[in-house]
């Protein structure tokens, strides 16, 4: 049985990889956890048809490219 090498490259890769995948489950709960909507039309004609037309606005998602639907920040 030969002895493990230490190699800087794949364990580099290692914990790479791994903060990749925290970072993909925190993406995938904020994600599914929200509703997408394939256009920003979309996502406005349903907040309209909630009543909250004035109260919410939409935003492209980066990340799963659907348009989510966000509570407007208060100000003051
Ligand atoms: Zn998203």
Same mark, same amino acid.
């Given at each position: !049985?030969?002895?493990?090498?230490? @190699?800087?490259?794949?364990?580099?890769?290692?914990?790479? #990889?791994?903060? @990749? @995948?925290?970072?993909?489950?925190?993406? #995938?709960?904020? *994600?599914?956890?929200? @509703?997408?909507?394939?256009? #920003?039309?979309?996502?406005?004609?349903?907040?309209? !048809?909630?009543? !909250?037309?004035?109260?919410?606005? /939409?935003?492209? *998602?980066?990340?799963?490219?659907?348009?989510?639907? /966000?509570?407007?920040?208060?100000?003051?």
């Amino acid at each position: !049985m030969p002895a493990p090498e230490f @190699d800087p490259l794949k364990w580099w890769l290692a914990s790479r #990889e791994g903060i @990749d @995948d925290a970072t993909d489950r925190d993406l #995938e709960r904020s *994600c599914t956890r929200k @509703d997408g909507y394939r256009t #920003e039309d979309e996502a406005r004609a349903h907040a309209a !048809m909630n009543g !909250m037309g004035g109260v919410l606005f /939409t935003y492209h *998602c980066r990340y799963c490219d659907l348009w989510h639907l /966000t509570r407007r920040p208060s100000r003051g």
